[in-house]
Structure formats: C-alpha cells, structure tokens
C-alpha cells in the first residue's frame, strides 16, 4: 500500500465555487485522484480554507502551513508522496508578500518534507509541488481579499518551476490544466476538479 498526503488550501477542500459549500468527496481532486490510481494507494486529503505557505494572519489563524507540515507528517507517516499546493492565499494583496518571498516559504515547505523521517522506513517522501490555477474575473466578495494579487498569482508557475529544478523534486502547472468556475474566479467546480486529479496521477504515479 502506498500512501500520499495532499497539502493544499480550499481547492483542496473541495470549496465549491457556485455557493460557497463543500464539494460532495466525489468532485474532490484528492478523492477522484484515489479512485484514478487504485486500491493499493491511499490518498489523504488535507486541505485547508485560507491556507498559505508560511504567513500568518491575526484575523485567520492557524493557517501557516510552515508551522504545521512537520505535525501533519509525523500523524499520517509513513508517506510515500507528500504533494503540496498552495500559493493561491499568498497573492491576496494584505500579505504584502513578493514572488521571492513566496517562492522562499514554498522551497522551505519542501526541504521540510526532505528533512523528515516521515517515509517508509524512516526515509524522506518524495515530493510533488503544484503550482495552482491562476485567477479569473473575480466575484465582488472575493475580490475583497484577492484583487490585485491576480498578477502575482500568474507568476507562481515560473518560480515554483526554479523551486523544483533545484530542489530535485516533481512539479505540475495546473493553470493550462484547470480554471476557476464562475462566479468566484478562485476555486474549481467538479470539471476542474477531475482534470487537476487526472493530471496529477499522471505525473504522480511514476514516483510510486
């Protein structure tokens, strides 16, 4: 049996882009992504609304995904994959944060994973990073939060490809895969759903 852990933020969650609800775990990229690669792999989904790569938030805490990556390791090890995304909460203008920044807190996410014991054996899991699907036209509500991190949202691909050349590790841009469903212009409805899922086992099950 091989074991993944997904690390993401709401896409992962499954946030449905129509009304703000959950995604039923049939339109889950993690779930469809389990149900792709078979019964000898487990696919365990943490994903998190409002999650970012390190920054913290006084208004919503509890969402740096630095501080708690070393616990979610060690709770669900031993783990074959580690695939991270997030990024996506890190353009929102209120963090103020560059593309180096970003692409910093994402590398140090991945030496995280490196450093760990939390494979098979006492070993390193190996690593899968995503790049996530660029904005669209944003709904009003939305926009509060995300409007004017669009751009740098559009240049995560490119640094997250650096990230994973030197870091040795798998990466996938799910911008050509899947955008955003109306009318929130962030998260995926159930087709992009699927198609995030299906691109990633392609590129995931050689590293099982």
């Given amino acids: 049996m091989k074991t993944i852990l997904c690390f993401g933020d709401s896409i992962t969650w499954g946030y ?6 959950r995604l039923p775990p049939e339109h889950r990229w993690p779930n ?9 792999v487990e696919v365990i989904a943490e994903g998190l609304n409002g999650r970012t790569l390190a920054v913290e938030d006084p208004l919503r805490p509890d969402r740096g995904g630095l ?25 929102a203008p209120c963090y103020k944060l560059t593309i180096g920044e970003i692409a910093l807190a994402c ?12 494979g098979p054996g006492g070993t390193a899991p190996a690593t899968l990073l995503i790049s996530p ?12 939060f995300y409007n004017g991190g669009q751009t740098l949202c559009t240049e995560l691909a490119e640094a997250y490809r650096m990230v994973a050349t030197s870091l040795g590790t798998a990466y996938l841009d799910a ?11 962030v998260h995926l409805g159930p087709d992009g759903q699927r198609k995030l899922a299906l691109a990633v086992k ?7």
């Avoid at 580690?82 to 996506?88: E, F, Q, R, S």
């Avoid at 392609?202 to 099982?208: G, K």
């Fill in 202 to 208: 392609d590129v995931i099950a050689p590293l099982l």
């Fill in 107 to 118: 590398a140090r996410l991945i030496m995280t994973v490196k450093q760990s014991l939390a």
């Fill in 175 to 185: 911008a050509p895969v899947a955008s955003p469903d109306e009318p929130d212009g």
């Fill in 16 to 21: 449905n882009p129509k009304d703000a609800t």
């Fill in 133 to 144: 699907p660029h904005m669209g036209e944003l709904e009003p509500t939305i926009g509060l």
């Fill in 32 to 40: 469809i992504l389990s149900e792709a690669l078979g019964p000898d």
């Fill in 67 to 91: 501080a708690k990556l070393p616990f979610l390791l060690e709770s669900h090890a031993p783990l074959d994959t580690v695939i991270i995304m997030l990024g996506t909460n890190d353009c």
